[in-house]
């Protein structure tokens, strides 16, 4: 085909869109109110009406002239080429951004960026390349040029450009300079005026030494031709300033010379550095010199290569500052020749993943023949397992101190019945087995040793540790809490019932079964507890009474949820003193102290071996509360009353030998366990008739302390090998449902009975009573 015109209406706003697909075209035109997208075929020559093209995509097929654009809106090229062995291989006039990921364009003049109104950008990423070609007729010129001349009927101004390289510069094969004629000689001036933007998500490299001055490096050959002449080696001429944007890395070698990366003041007077890393890295080879002022935004990171010392104008850190440290004499070191400002919140991190040794100092990792003021974080990330780093600061000088990690205590081999243990999940019983097994290796022809040698099964030597443990796992302090508990249930709660001056005495017969589940090897319990409480309390006033109380309880406990055979007797008596006073028609307060002992007999019978460990110990125990209530009146028959509460109650047996089973018998320590717990609740009552009524409550309390929920003991020819026992899962939380009936005999007498239940994680309990009062 010879030829080809697209022309659009200019007085609507539909546009045509012509696409090129394949085939010749010797010649082509396109008005400015059309798209240009090319994919294949070939176009010998290019032309453009009044002002052009607006937008075009080349991504296929070769185009054989120069590619004139004026005030095009968008360009992009992301394959084909683009080949003129007379002009520039695209010419741009004005116009907005150029974008190049792909393709190769190749000219005198490969880009020729003229005018640049907009300030636009010009990108050149993936495996885009641009190349400055001769021709017989006509010499190189340059890959990227940005011109800035005298057009007639358009602005003498110009703006700042940004190339945004996204590959490595070896994409650009000829030179990079900046030129004008916007003078009052008209002829042509060189500038470096524009940016060169770092960006893209790789890791790239430039050379600083191919940076050229535009007074001593390149010279204009024609004053009113666009022709120069370079200094070999030297590629980049037309920036004052470089960004680093991206996420990725690019390395930066060589030596940049004074006075051509100098930074620029804007139209606002703002000052932009030389070379400032707002985003991803910039890392500085060894030996590498970059005379310019250097700014590390927060988003940046600024990386010091070990292998030689580098050096920078000034440097300012707001954002992130790497160096590494593989040895005593080979680490990273960054001077500057003007100060070293390092912002608040800047980081430091040590790459020290090769660093061995004891404890050093590495000097002079930044230094300065200005001033070094501010401070990185103080804590200091690193990849090293082997040292923690600090830094030290002089007037001007910042050292890195470090500290050798204490290696790590090599974790003990399990003895092999630790083992066993461990792998049956009695995770609670494995300070028992560990001591067994020290016991067993310092002598085979122990008692112990004999007695456990005949166990010829992984099930029997698991079951062995869990009978051997110390009586109830440790949990017989817990089985004393709960007869106190009982016997504190039975004190009477509530206001006077009586006038003042009036007495009441009262007896009740108690009893409780309670349930807790083994854990993790640690033995559970079945209780039961029985007994009488009696009481005696007066009115003092017509709104405060206060009663004396004494309790005796007997207890029964076995092993449960355990392979362990353990028995528990204990005789428990209380006595103490309670109250109650009212504050106003609707709130009254509800108090109690109590102290008490208990008497313990203890049994472990390890069938294994056929013996029986005994034991006899005391404990004491104290208790104390207070509650709040607040009555509603629902109405003349029923009542409501939320309640508040915090009891406290501590239990401490005394230590003890055990005898009976040789060796294999314990000397425990003494054990304080303590409780205190906040409860919140409500109460109900409701006067049936005259003389029956109904009473009703329910609550939950959190233990906000919970100590003493472990046990120190050893074997008691063996005090080398002593342990500790800590319960494994410990529950905090529980919770109370109670019912009762009080029947009125007669004026001065009454029956109560009632039913408590009790509930945690692990634990139930129900508790009975029945109740006969007597006032006098």
């Given at each position: 085909?010879?030829?080809?015109?697209?022309?659009?209406?200019?007085?609507?706003?539909?546009?045509?869109?012509?696409?090129?697909?394949?085939?010749?075209?010797?010649?082509?035109?396109?008005?400015?109110?059309?798209?240009?997208?090319?994919?294949?075929?070939?176009?010998?020559?290019?032309?453009?009406?009044?002002?052009?093209?607006?937008?075009?995509?080349?991504?296929?097929?070769?185009?054989?002239?120069?590619?004139l654009l004026i005030d095009a809106e968008s360009i992009t090229i992301t394959g084909g080429s683009i080949v003129s062995?007379?002009?520039?291989?695209?010419?741009?006039?004005?116009?907005?951004?150029?974008?190049?990921?792909?393709?190769?364009?190749?000219?005198?003049?490969?880009?020729?960026?003229?005018?640049?109104?907009?300030?636009?950008?010009?990108?050149?990423?993936?495996?885009?390349?641009?190349?400055?070609?001769?021709?017989?007729?006509?010499?190189?010129?340059?890959?990227?040029?940005?011109?800035?001349?005298?057009?007639?009927?358009?602005?003498?101004?110009?703006?700042?450009?940004?190339?945004?390289?996204?590959?490595?510069?070896?994409?650009?094969?000829?030179?990079?300079?900046?030129?004008?004629?916007?003078?009052?000689?008209?002829?042509?001036?060189?500038?470096?005026?524009?940016?060169?933007?770092?960006?893209?998500?790789?890791?790239?490299?430039?050379?600083?030494?191919?940076?050229?001055?535009?007074?001593?490096?390149?010279?204009?050959?024609?004053?009113?031709?666009?022709?120069?002449?370079?200094?070999?080696?030297?590629?980049?001429?037309?920036?004052?300033?470089?960004?680093?944007?991206?996420?990725?890395?690019?390395?930066?070698?060589?030596?940049?010379?004074?006075?051509?990366?100098?930074?620029?003041?804007?139209?606002?007077?703002?000052?932009?550095?030389?070379?400032?890393?707002?985003?991803?890295?910039?890392?500085?080879?060894?030996?590498?010199?970059?005379?310019?002022?250097?700014?590390?935004?927060?988003?940046?990171?600024?990386?010091?290569?070990?292998?030689?010392?580098?050096?920078?104008?000034?440097?300012?850190?707001?954002?992130?500052?790497?160096?590494?440290?593989?040895?005593?004499?080979?680490?990273?070191?960054?001077?500057?020749?003007?100060?070293?400002?390092?912002?608040?919140?800047?980081?430091?991190?040590?790459?020290?993943?090769?660093?061995?040794?004891?404890?050093?100092?590495?000097?002079?990792?930044?230094?300065?023949?200005?001033?070094?003021?501010?401070?990185?974080?103080?804590?200091?990330?690193?990849?090293?397992?082997?040292?923690?780093?600090?830094?030290?600061?002089?007037?001007?000088?910042?050292?890195?101190?470090?500290?050798?990690?204490?290696?790590?205590?090599?974790?003990?081999?399990?003895?092999?019945?630790?083992?066993?243990?461990?792998?049956?999940?009695?995770?609670?019983?494995?300070?028992?087995?560990?001591?067994?097994?020290?016991?067993?290796?310092?002598?085979?022809?122990?008692?112990?040793?004999?007695?456990?040698?005949?166990?010829?099964?992984?099930?029997?030597?698991?079951?062995?540790?869990?009978?051997?443990?110390?009586?109830?796992?440790?949990?017989?302090?817990?089985?004393?809490?709960?007869?106190?508990?009982?016997?504190?249930?039975?004190?009477?709660?509530?206001?006077?019932?009586?006038?003042?001056?009036?007495?009441?005495?009262?007896?009740?017969?108690?009893?409780?079964?309670?349930?807790?589940?083994?854990?993790?090897?640690?033995?559970?319990?079945?209780?039961?507890?029985?007994?009488?409480?009696?009481?005696?309390?007066?009115?003092?006033?017509?709104?405060?009474?206060?009663?004396?109380?004494?309790?005796?309880?007997?207890?029964?406990?076995?092993?449960?949820?355990?392979?362990?055979?353990?028995?528990?007797?204990?005789?428990?008596?209380?006595?103490?003193?309670?109250?109650?006073?009212?504050?106003?028609?609707?709130?009254?307060?509800?108090?109690?102290?109590?102290?008490?002992?208990?008497?313990?007999?203890?049994?472990?019978?390890?069938?294994?071996?056929?013996?029986?460990?005994?034991?006899?110990?005391?404990?004491?125990?104290?208790?104390?509360?207070?509650?709040?209530?607040?009555?509603?009146?629902?109405?003349?028959?029923?009542?409501?009353?939320?309640?508040?509460?915090?009891?406290?109650?501590?239990?401490?047996?005394?230590?003890?030998?055990?005898?009976?089973?040789?060796?294999?018998?314990?000397?425990?320590?003494?054990?304080?366990?303590?409780?205190?717990?906040?409860?919140?609740?409500?109460?109900?009552?409701?006067?049936?008739?005259?003389?029956?009524?109904?009473?009703?409550?329910?609550?939950?309390?959190?233990?906000?302390?919970?100590?003493?929920?472990?046990?120190?003991?050893?074997?008691?020819?063996?005090?080398?090998?002593?342990?500790?026992?800590?319960?494994?899962?410990?529950?905090?939380?529980?919770?109370?449902?109670?019912?009762?009936?009080?029947?009125?005999?007669?004026?001065?007498?009454?029956?109560?009975?009632?039913?408590?239940?009790?509930?945690?994680?692990?634990?139930?309990?129900?508790?009975?009573?029945?109740?006969?009062?007597?006032?006098?």
């Open positions: 085909m010879d030829s080809v015109s697209v022309y659009s209406d200019r007085y609507t706003s539909v546009k045509n869109h012509f696409i090129l697909e394949s085939g010749n075209i010797g010649f082509i035109r396109i008005d400015e109110h059309t798209d240009f997208t090319m994919l294949g075929g070939t176009i010998n020559r290019f032309d453009i009406d009044d002002k052009g093209i607006r937008n075009i995509v080349i991504a296929g097929g070769e185009i054989k002239s120069d590619l062995s007379r002009a520039a291989g695209v010419f741009k006039i004005e116009g907005g951004n150029l974008t190049m990921t792909g393709g190769n364009v190749r000219g005198t003049t490969g880009l020729l960026l003229m005018n640049g109104m907009r300030g636009g950008i010009t990108t050149i990423g993936g495996n885009a390349t641009v190349t400055a070609i001769s021709s017989p007729r006509f010499e190189s010129v340059g890959a990227v040029v940005f011109s800035f001349l005298e057009l007639e009927g358009r602005d003498d101004q110009y703006q700042r450009q940004t190339l945004n390289l996204m590959r490595s510069p070896d994409g650009i094969e000829g030179i990079v300079f900046s030129i004008t004629d916007m003078n009052p000689s008209n002829t042509h001036l060189l500038l470096n005026t524009h940016t060169l933007m770092l960006s893209g998500e790789n890791s790239l490299s430039l050379h600083l030494d191919e940076f050229g001055n535009i007074n001593d490096d390149i010279k204009i050959n024609d004053a009113h031709g666009l022709s120069v002449t370079s200094v070999p080696g030297k590629k980049f001429f037309a920036f004052d300033t470089i960004e680093k944007t991206g996420t990725g890395t690019w390395t930066l070698s060589g030596t940049l010379d004074s006075n051509i990366i100098t930074g620029y003041t804007d139209e606002n007077g703002v000052q932009h550095p030389g070379l400032s890393i707002n985003e991803g890295t910039i890392a500085l080879a060894p030996n590498t010199i970059v005379h310019t002022d250097m700014v590390v935004n927060p988003n940046g990171i600024l990386h010091s290569q070990v292998g030689g010392k580098q050096q920078v104008d000034s440097l300012v850190i707001k954002g992130t500052y790497q160096v590494d440290v593989n040895s005593h004499n080979d680490y990273s070191q960054l001077h500057s020749t003007k100060d070293i400002v390092i912002e608040e919140g800047s980081k430091l991190y040590v790459y020290a993943d090769k660093l061995r040794g004891g404890d050093d100092t590495f000097w002079n990792v930044l230094t300065t023949d200005g001033k070094l003021t501010g401070r990185f974080n103080p804590k200091i990330e690193d990849d090293s397992i082997l040292f923690d780093f600090t830094a030290l600061y002089d007037p001007q000088a910042m050292h890195l101190n470090a500290k050798a990690v204490p290696a790590p205590e090599p974790e003990p081999t399990r003895g092999l019945i630790e083992h066993l243990v461990k792998d049956a999940c009695d995770d609670c019983l494995v300070p028992i087995a560990a001591s067994l097994d020290k016991i067993i290796q310092a002598s085979a022809q122990n008692d112990i040793a004999l007695g456990l040698m005949p166990l010829t099964s992984e099930k029997d030597v698991v079951n062995a540790v869990e009978q051997i443990q110390p009586l109830l796992g440790i949990r017989t302090s817990r089985v004393i809490m709960e007869a106190t508990d009982t016997l504190t249930k039975a004190i009477p709660t509530g206001r006077c019932v009586a006038n003042a001056g009036e007495n009441q005495v009262w007896a009740k017969v108690l009893g409780e079964w309670n349930e807790r589940e083994g854990s993790s090897g640690l033995s559970g319990y079945q209780a039961t507890h029985s007994g009488i409480a009696v009481g005696s309390e007066r009115c003092v006033t017509e709104n405060t009474k206060l009663g004396l109380t004494a309790g005796y309880l007997k207890t029964d406990a076995d092993s449960y949820d355990s392979a362990a055979n353990h028995n528990l007797k204990a005789d428990t008596w209380q006595v103490g003193v309670y109250g109650n006073t009212a504050l106003t028609p609707q709130w009254d307060i509800d108090f109690y102290a109590g102290i008490g002992q208990a008497y313990l007999d203890g049994k472990r019978h390890l069938s294994f071996l056929g013996r029986t460990a005994e034991s006899e110990m005391k404990a004491n125990h104290f208790r104390t509360g207070i509650t709040l209530n607040r009555t509603f009146q629902v109405n003349p028959q029923a009542k409501v009353t939320p309640f508040i509460g915090l009891d406290y109650q501590r239990v401490e047996v005394e230590d003890y030998i055990e005898k009976g089973a040789k060796d294999f018998n314990f000397a425990v320590d003494k054990q304080s366990t303590e409780a205190f717990m906040a409860k919140l609740g409500i109460k109900g009552d409701f006067q049936v008739n005259e003389r029956l009524s109904l009473q009703a409550k329910a609550a939950v309390g959190y233990d906000m302390s919970y100590r003493g929920n472990y046990l120190r003991a050893g074997f008691v020819n063996y005090p080398k090998y002593r342990f500790m026992l800590e319960d494994c899962d410990p529950s905090r939380v529980r919770g109370e449902l109670d019912i009762g009936a009080k029947y009125q005999i007669s004026q001065n007498v009454a029956l109560g009975a009632g039913v408590q239940s009790t509930f945690a994680k692990g634990f139930n309990s129900v508790a009975g009573n029945v109740n006969l009062s007597i006032q006098f």
